[in-house]
């Protein structure tokens, strides 16, 4: 008894001379020399943005709104303030604290906002407002909508889709049948159509019609994900929110080394879970770039109020890289795919059918 | 409660005020740690510590000051700001924070009384919002006719939900923790539905948000366009004083705070047990309903998913903390308000995170859970009664103490 005590304090103050000494060590570092930094040189502006309920770190639009900040700080100089939402009667209080902390330009990204930013725009004409992914009838002076038209990519996406396929069969399904769900949808089918005519060959796409009816049922959307697999297609596109997570599960999953998933909106390979894995390649919204080039204009004093659509040819939108995939795609793929870029940003092509 | 369960809300209730208020100071000490920590600078400047140890002393205070500092501008007075309005707006924004917190907390306090812990402010806040909602945009009527409804409407809704729990508690003896908790979700679920139905869907909407309610709903701003607060504040302050009057001196209250005591000795008395515990419960779900409307007929206009954010829980801890009695909690919602509204600011200004706000909340309750580490942290000696020390010692011993940490 005695002698496990004596072995337990023994054992203790080791831990402590060890601990004490690492936090010595590394406490042991030389003291930065006064001024001097490497970032861009500071300006004075202020770049602001407010998150809704899923944070900058909700693997979406948020956080790809909110790298566009980050690149503005150290490219640009800017200062950044940020705030998170707690909840949705957050949202509002902190865009007015925002704006009177003196920001020159306010960010909110998603349709949670609502009419939140055009009000806020309204009462505030001093200060700018860039809203990503929601569009309004009527826009004030001082604001900005980001949209993307996302159709064009998803073309590239679904005739490399059926490039990849083995088994000749892929799938899409979508949260809700809304119109910025159903462009991803239609803009892969053409693609896939595209390549059938231009190849001969004969790849089926199946789900066109196929809705979870919400963005949040993980377990009905991983169904889906699952009778897909089982039913021989081997490329799924979720076009669902978060729900294409559980796409890239049943994938990873799957006894089949071959099966895929086309991803939506940021770049899976690093946004998805276990995407390095899954991800074929991904149907981007360069949020990041557009709110990045959106405070750049306010920073040259260029901002102007107008309602940007992201498109192939101002890189707005457009495909990830292959990664692991690209030894698997055909050669000659790139090729085929810049040669048809080339031809939606003619025009030559509508992507929509 | 049964005499063979010495109950955790007894214990709570009899430690004194001034544990109360030492268990905030030290949530603070803690916090302000904890923003220290968590700075940049500080934890760079950490790095060279023996060779300029003041810079992380400095850096840390700093962070720490300014933290709470912008905390302050944002609760209470911002002194920045160059207009009038600009200065005393954020206590507006406390008070308007606290309205929802203050009857939401009431109701938690009641159930806590007579011997109940309710849980499930939230989901009453919820039942009590669908209804605020429904009637607000369905009905077509005047001004303080149509008001007059939503109130009720959110109180009937609270209050079948808190009555539910009440009846199936006193009729069946089932826990009524279990229930609440389990009925929050049910809410929540069944708020998250209709929202996805034409019940109480935005026509021409995918997303789960219900209409705005017509301007005749809406509580009416107390200073004009520039400040949120609204009428529901002064309802909620003559809730407290009912609530202050419904425990003190009616029959009821009396009733109330028998079972709360002792259940058995209060059927003995010929108290109708059966009865008082689904009357507390529903006046705790009415005034957690009410709340509801708080939310959407005071500030949001329409209802969404997160319409409750977190008031219900606060709820709980505001009760705690105000010793269920309705002056403190008047107080404690008070400063959860005063939370809220500075959390912002602090963000904003600082770059603290808001969840360092949630910290120091939660961290509230722990200490005046455990009323002997606060004692013990502050020098105070075991229970049962010292002379009330002079404030002086009591500042000094605070100081020392955090000094340590």
Known sequence: MKNSLRIKRSTGAAAAILGASALVLTAC??????GGSGAAEEIDYTACMVSDEGGFDDGSFNQASHEGLLQAESELGVQTREAESNSSTDMGPNVNQMVDAGCDMIVTAGFKF???????????PETNFVVVDYGYEELPENMRTLNYNTAEAAYLAGYTAAAYSKTGKVGTFGGGEIPTVTDFMFGFEQGVMKYNEDKGAEVEVEGMDTFVGDFSNTVKAKQISENFLNSDVDVIMPVAG?????AVDAVNESANEDDAVVWVDTDGHEYANGGDTAVLTSVMKNMGLTVFESIEMDVNDEFASEAYVGTLENEGVGIAPFYEFESELPDGLQGELDALKEQIIAGEIDPLG | MSPETPSFIDRLRASGAVVSVLAIVAAFIVGGILIAATDE???SATTYFFARPLDTLAAAWNAAANSYAAMFRGAVFNYDASTFTAMIKPLTETLTYATPLLTASLGVAVAFRAGLFNIGAQGQLILGAMFATWIGFTLDLAWPVHLLLVIL??????ALWGGLVGWIKARTGA???ILTIMLNYVALNLLAYLLNTPVLQRPGSTNPVSPQVNGSAMYPELLGDEFRLHLGFLVAVAATALVWWLMNRSTLGFEIKAVGSNRHAARTAGINTFKVTVLAMVIAGALAGMAGAAQVNGT??????SVAASIGFDAITVALLGRSNPIGVFFAALLFGAFRAGGVTMQVATGTPIDIVLVVQSLIVLFIAAPPLVRSIFGLGQRKKRKPRTPGRDAAVAATAGGDK
């Not at chain 1, 570092?29 to 006064?34: D, F, R, T, V, Y």
């Not at chain 1, 609502?114 to 505030?124: Q, Y």
């Not at chain 2, 949001?300 to 998913?305: A, K």
């Open chain 2, 175 to 177: 826990h009524e923790v």
């Open chain 2, 300 to 305: 949001e206009r329409f209802l969404t998913e």
């Open chain 1, 29 to 34: 570092g030389s003291a930065p020399e006064e």
């Open chain 1, 242 to 246: 978060p729900l294409g997570q559980t």
């Open chain 2, 153 to 158: 409407g959110s109180i009937l809704g609270g």
């Open chain 2, 41 to 43: 600078k500080t934890t």
């Open chain 1, 114 to 124: 609502e009419d939140l930013p055009v009000d806020a725009a309204e009462a505030n």
